[in-house]
């Protein structure tokens, strides 16, 4: 029988379209390209149509794994095919943009420009063309972009932070060493709509008229199933995991390792990660003779197994945003020790309850070192801090977080028909 | 048994729909069929003329309707929400498929699923016979090679019509919606979408044409045409850019030759001359073979 029937009503979250932004992501296994591809391919489940743009020279995919129907697009064009007098005026271009860090004004926003104008226009045009309901701009450089770029129409701009919001923006060490960039950084942040940062410190840190646009957006914290937890077989391993940077001060437990390896044979330390300190750090552990003992594992897909298997977390990071590994350790029962003074690491590590915080005064390696004996010393308190690891990671689960992100994009107005 | 929710936009073609339905109900493909019909604001008649068709057909149909017209995209955006069946066909108002398509076109979908393959990330497309008015018609390949986004925009070897389409519900629904600021070549740009975002078009193996298009210009707006062609160009130029820049002077002489014959066929000589004019300077090397294959054809 036919069945000719009226219009329905469709009614439920709106359906966006919506560009995630990232400077770089060929082949990039960092945290904030692992969430930013886990929220991308999370929001397209949900029905979002989602494009992730990279501005880069590498040609390669993204290291994660997207979602069917996630596009990524790189906005710069590949070298190959420009004109040769093209490609030697880039050269030139990037040659004084590696020679000539910092200099004077007003020959600063001549660099600026011709390192940061190209991301910014192509971005503009970009938006333009596919006019997204919303930006999402990961990081300084991409939001720098976001916030100049003029596409002719009222788009949502969206800055998500990944790190504490001294580093991002006073640390001359991280992205463009140029004062005038880091001016710019914060100056261009009331152009955006919303700022996404990780904690609640986090947003107080900002200026008041800032802090009303500043909402805390944590990473989702897969929760890892109990039957797995129960068959975890945990034996005399301390593990640490991130880039080997200066920041993750691998140096410092690799010391600490020395002062107290002899007292635990039969313990070892296995560090995952790669990173520019590599050849450093083995050369350190071969000059503390422990070869054997303390190990560069390099990268792992298989990562969970490791938290499953070790026994403790040992993340002396100086400084960290939302560090993905002590999520995924306390996920996975397994007690951390960070220092007290670490942000993201104080905040999610309950000193006593789901692992320990280093103090910070004093002799930080001596420090690490005493709070590692102590735990690897006493079954009992490791099981008792790894046990309230996974329910410490509950607000984090991925439908609040995705939640919580629709939420934020304007996705939960509802619509009415079509 | 398999479901399929047929998707047909229509527009002030009751008899073309006449056509589309009765080509649908012939198909030889014996899995459950429903027909979705979004009537995109046809004045009262024309309506009246759907209501009774959809009424006098044995296969289920479900009738909608915009209040108003409201173009092809928003017509189409409102047949994906109406999509309830895990796969999904399209067919244009006036378009034909011949008995075997679904059939066929299911065949295929079986053979990459025995080989291991991801169904949800294939669109079947077919060959076509395009019939212009007045004019026999033509068998057209359609060619699913590799750099597939490279081919629909030339649109030689490749076109991207969705009426030739089988696919998933899931598969459409991961290519997004239909880009409402394109009256013409949406499913151009829904195409690309799709291949961008990790999917694949591929054809049934051994079969000839599997439907009738039935193509003219007459009415079609030649400047319209050459403005949805320079969106798309836009919205994907980081990918178009990569097949380096004659690749880039071809899609825009090809453009700009395409608004000429829609001029050409509207009798508006003057648009026409400017946009040929434009192709050549896109392209004048495109131009003078293009022209020197036209005298050697007049020649003979």
Request: aromatic share 8%; proline share 7%.
């Amino acid at each position: 029988m036919p069945d000719a029937s009226p219009a329905p009503a469709v009614s439920g979250p709106r359906r966006l379209k919506l560009c995630f932004v990232i400077e770089k992501l060929a082949d990039r296994s960092g945290g904030a390209e692992r969430v930013l591809i886990e929220t991308a391919n999370a929001l397209a489940d949900r029905g979002h149509q989602v494009e992730l743009l990279s501005h880069e020279f590498r040609g390669k995919p993204p290291f994660y794994p997207l979602r069917f129907g996630v596009v990524h697009t790189n906005l710069r064009p590949p070298r190959v095919n420009r004109r040769r007098i093209r490609r030697h005026f880039d050269a030139l271009r990037e040659s004084l943009h590696a020679r000539f860090k910092v200099v004077p004004a007003p020959l600063d926003r001549l660099l600026w420009l011709s390192k940061n104008g190209g991301f910014w226009r192509r971005l503009e045009r970009h938006l333009a063309a596919n006019r997204p309901d919303a930006v999402i701009a990961f990081m300084p450089p991409a939001i720098t972009a976001l916030a100049l770029a003029e596409p002719g129409y009222p788009v949502r701009r969206l800055a998500s932070m990944h790190n504490a919001p001294e580093q991002d923006f006073h640390n001359p060490a991280r992205w463009d060493p140029s004062p005038l960039d880091r001016k710019r950084r914060l100056a261009l942040m009331p152009r955006m709509d919303r700022i996404l940062v990780l904690l609640p410190e986090y947003r107080d840190w900002y200026p008041p008229a800032l802090r009303e646009k500043a909402v805390v957006m944590p990473n989702a914290v897969t929760p890892v199933a109990p039957r797995l937890l129960k068959r975890a077989g945990r034996g005399p391993l301390v593990i640490s995991v991130g880039r080997l940077a200066t920041v993750k001060r691998h140096e410092l437990l690799i010391d600490a390792w020395a002062r107290i390896g002899a007292e635990f044979p039969d313990w070892e330390l296995r560090i995952f990660g790669t990173g520019p300190l590599e050849a450093a750090l083995k050369a350190r552990i071969e000059q503390a003779g422990l070869g054997g003992k303390v190990r560069l594992m390099g990268h792992t897909q298989h990562i969970m197994k490791q938290y499953l298997a070790a026994s403790l977390l040992a993340h002396p990071a100086e400084f960290e945003g939302f560090p993905l590994a002590v999520t995924e350790a306390l996920a996975a029962g397994l007690p951390v020790v960070g220092f007290e003074d670490c942000s993201g690491v104080n905040r999610l590590v309950r000193d006593g309850e789901n692992g320990l915080l280093v103090p910070a005064a004093g002799d930080r390696t001596e420090n690490f070192a005493a709070a590692l004996t102590g735990l690897m010393r006493d079954e009992t308190r490791r099981r008792s801090l790894g046990a309230a690891g996974p329910a410490s990671m509950m607000d984090y689960t991925p439908d609040k977080v995705i939640d919580l992100w629709e939420d934020v994009l304007g996705a939960q107005q509802m619509e009415a028909g079509t | 048994m398999s479901r399929l929710d047929v998707l047909m936009p229509h527009f002030r073609d009751p008899e073309g729909l006449a056509l589309s339905l009765a080509s649908v109900a012939g198909q030889s493909w014996t899995g459950d069929i429903r027909i979705i019909i979004v009537d995109d604001g046809s004045p009262g008649a024309d309506f009246r003329a759907v209501e009774a068709l959809a009424a006098a057909q044995e296969l289920p149909v479900v009738l909608e309707r915009n209040t108003v017209n409201r173009g092809r995209p928003y017509t189409r955006n409102r047949l994906l929400d109406a999509i309830d069946s895990p796969y999904v066909a399209w067919l244009d108002a006036g378009d034909v498929w011949y008995p075997a398509k679904i059939e066929k076109q299911f065949e295929q979908f079986s053979r990459l699923r025995l080989a291991g393959e991801d169904i949800t990330r294939y669109w079947i497309t077919c060959h076509y016979d395009w019939q212009w008015t007045g004019r026999k018609p033509r068998l057209i390949h359609q060619d699913t090679g590799e750099r597939q986004v490279r081919e629909l925009m030339l649109g030689r070897k490749l076109r991207a019509y969705l009426w030739t389409l089988l696919g998933t519900a899931e598969s459409f629904r991961a290519a997004g919606r239909f880009d409402e600021r394109l009256p013409r070549l949406q499913d151009l740009d829904y195409f690309l979408r799709f291949v961008l975002g990790g999917g694949t078009l591929t054809v049934p193996e051994k079969t000839r044409a599997l439907c009738l298009y039935h193509k003219s210009d007459l009415g079609r707006n030649a400047r319209e045409i050459r403005r949805c062609n320079r969106l798309i160009r836009d919205k994907y130029n980081p990918h178009l850019r990569i097949y380096g820049p004659a690749f880039l002077r071809t899609i825009r002489y090809n453009a700009d030759m395409l608004a000429a014959r829609f001029a050409g066929n509207n009798g508006e000589r003057l648009k026409q001359l400017y946009y040929m004019g434009s192709a050549v300077a896109d392209h004048p090397k495109r131009a003078v073979g293009a022209m020197r294959h036209h005298l050697l054809r007049a020649g003979k």
